[in-house]
T-cell receptor
């Protein structure tokens, strides 16, 4: 079963707006990762945030992690049409090895 | 550096047949993982190999198997194919073992079982 649940399932915004996607999980984690997938392609790693970190930035991406609420959010600022993709969170535990548990994903559409 | 390469890109098989999918990891990466992606079940972990040893296995039947060679290249095999095996099969490699390093995915093999 999927540990991660993502919210919303789909998001449609205009270019230049910010997009926020949320992820909740159920068990204690070692780290949480965000990936992007363009239609029919493989996943591309965006950010890895460890359980002892609260916030991380990479370019226009900002990820927060709240382990007390077992949730994370991904913020994409000043979105572009090229950001249109599915976004997945994935969790790794102390014992899971490379067995990441993925959420169901958020389909983001950025309209030009 | 070349990315993760998966072959073939597309495959059509008939129920009951068997199939072998191939994955070449990024040079220097010793960990290779396989995932199945379907619209209904999402992304599900199949197995992980590190230095030719299976380190982790997901909840899939024994029809799904894999191996890793000394050059880190990996193959997965599915025997006695069922319609439900139709999926995008993704291979990922990582520098470190065990979920502590980002996964680098290939573009997958789209398997259709008829």
């Amino acid at each position: 079963s999927q540990q991660g649940e993502e919210d919303p399932q789909a998001l449609s915004i205009q270019e230049g707006e910010n997009a926020t996607m949320n992820c909740s999980y159920k068990t204690s984690i070692n780290n949480l990762q965000w990936y992007r997938q363009n239609s029919g392609r493989g996943l591309v790693h965006l950010i890895l945030i460890r359980s002892n970190e609260r916030e991380k930035h990479s370019g226009r991406l900002r990820v927060t992690l709240d382990t007390s609420k077992k949730s994370s959010s991904l913020l994409i600022t000043a979105s572009r049409a090229a950001d249109t993709a599915s976004y997945f969170c994935a969790t790794a535990t102390e014992t899971s090895g490379s067995r990441l548990t993925f959420g169901e994903g958020t389909q983001l559409t950025v309209n030009p | 550096k070349a990315g993760v390469t998966q072959t073939p890109r597309y495959l059509i098989k008939t129920r009951g047949q068997q199939v072998t999918l191939s994955c070449s990891p990024i040079s220097g990466h010793r960990s290779v993982s396989w995932y199945q992606q379907t619209p209904g079940q999402g992304l599900q972990f199949l197995f992980e190999y590190f230095s030719e040893t299976q380190r982790n296995k997901g909840n899939f039947p024994g029809r799904f198997s894999g191996r890793q060679f000394s050059n880190s290249r990996s193959e997965m095999n599915v025997s006695t194919l069922e319609l439900g095996d139709s999926a995008l099969y993704l291979c990922a490699s990582s520098l470190g073992q065990g979920g502590t390093s980002p996964l680098h995915f290939g573009n997958g093999t789209r398997l259709t079982v008829t």
